[in-house]
């Protein structure tokens, strides 16, 4: 166990997440949101499996364009907040480094040999181990890895519908989710303790047919 949290000591050090978290990554997870707000609506359409007349009448404009109407300040919107929770993260990921150290040093012993892990932490004692110890970890915060994922992001948009239609046809056979109109008195009396409202509040969505 000593040579597995020498290990991930050396993979993991003090600070990893701040430097993770830098301006530098902020810019390219806005690239990454900004490139996700030019998906066609038609593609998002898509994805919620909407009937081909339906599909017809969706116009050719993407999410950024409709944005543009509900909130003129959406992309300043989306920066702030992006800014803010990276700031507000980056201390409480800070302070969960010391037990992600011993998790990877429990992973390390259960998937590695004694020997395997004498000759892991002997390569990350030199000056070119001890840096791939450090760029291991940081190296999908790059830039460039960032960017590949963001390439992907068309792709897994357009692959979407598909998937969903697994989703679908693999869960077929379980029951159907009930509505509200479905409960028992029971079950609404159930629901509504746990949600804090009275029981004769819960609303009753109308069927979908109607």
Same mark, same amino acid.
């Given at each position: 166990?000593?040579?597995?949290?020498?290990?991930?000591? /050396?993979?993991?050090? &003090?600070?990893?997440?701040?430097?993770?978290? =830098?301006?530098?990554?902020? @810019?390219?997870?806005?690239? *990454?949101?900004?490139?996700?707000?030019?998906?066609?609506?038609?593609? $998002?359409?898509?994805?919620?499996?909407?009937?081909?007349?339906?599909?017809?009448? *969706?116009?050719? @404009?993407?999410?950024?364009?409709?944005?543009? $109407?509900?909130?003129?300040?959406?992309?300043?919107?989306?920066?702030?907040?992006? !800014?803010?929770?990276? /700031?507000?993260?980056?201390?409480?990921?800070? !302070?969960?480094?010391?037990?992600?150290? &011993?998790?990877?040093?429990?992973?390390?012993?259960?998937?590695?040999?004694?020997?395997? +892990?004498?000759?892991? &932490?002997?390569?990350?004692?030199?000056?070119? @181990?001890?840096?791939?110890? *450090?760029?291991?970890?940081?190296?999908?915060? &790059?830039? =460039?890895? *960032?960017?590949?994922? =963001?390439?992907?992001?068309?792709?897994? $948009?357009?692959?979407?519908?598909?998937?969903? !239609?697994?989703?679908?046809?693999?869960?077929?056979? +379980?029951?159907?989710?009930?509505?509200?109109?479905?409960?028992?008195?029971?079950?609404? /009396?159930?629901? /509504?303790? +746990?949600?804090?409202?009275?029981?004769?509040? +819960? =609303?009753?969505?109308?069927?979908?047919?109607?």
């Amino acid at each position: 166990m000593a040579l597995g949290k020498r290990i991930a000591a /050396a993979q993991l050090p &003090d600070g990893t997440y701040e430097k993770m978290m =830098s301006p530098a990554m902020q @810019g390219m997870m806005g690239q *990454v949101s900004g490139q996700a707000m030019d998906i066609p609506l038609r593609q $998002i359409a898509r994805m919620a499996n909407l009937k081909p007349e339906q599909l017809r009448q *969706v116009g050719p @404009g993407s999410l950024r364009d409709m944005m543009a $109407i509900l909130d003129p300040a959406h992309d300043q919107r989306m920066s702030i907040m992006l !800014k803010t929770m990276i /700031a507000g993260m980056t201390p409480l990921m800070t !302070k969960m480094e010391p037990r992600l150290r &011993d998790g990877m040093a429990e992973a390390f012993a259960s998937r590695f040999t004694e020997t395997e +892990l004498r000759e892991i &932490d002997r390569f990350y004692s030199t000056p070119l @181990g001890a840096r791939l110890a *450090v760029e291991s970890t940081l190296l999908m915060a &790059d830039p =460039s890895v *960032v960017k590949a994922m =963001s390439d992907f992001t068309p792709q897994l $948009i357009q692959a979407m519908p598909g998937i969903m !239609k697994q989703v679908e046809e693999a869960t077929a056979k +379980l029951p159907k989710a009930k509505r509200v109109d479905e409960l028992s008195p029971a079950e609404r /009396a159930r629901l /509504a303790a +746990l949600i804090g409202v009275d029981p004769a509040s +819960l =609303s009753k969505p109308e069927r979908p047919d109607k």
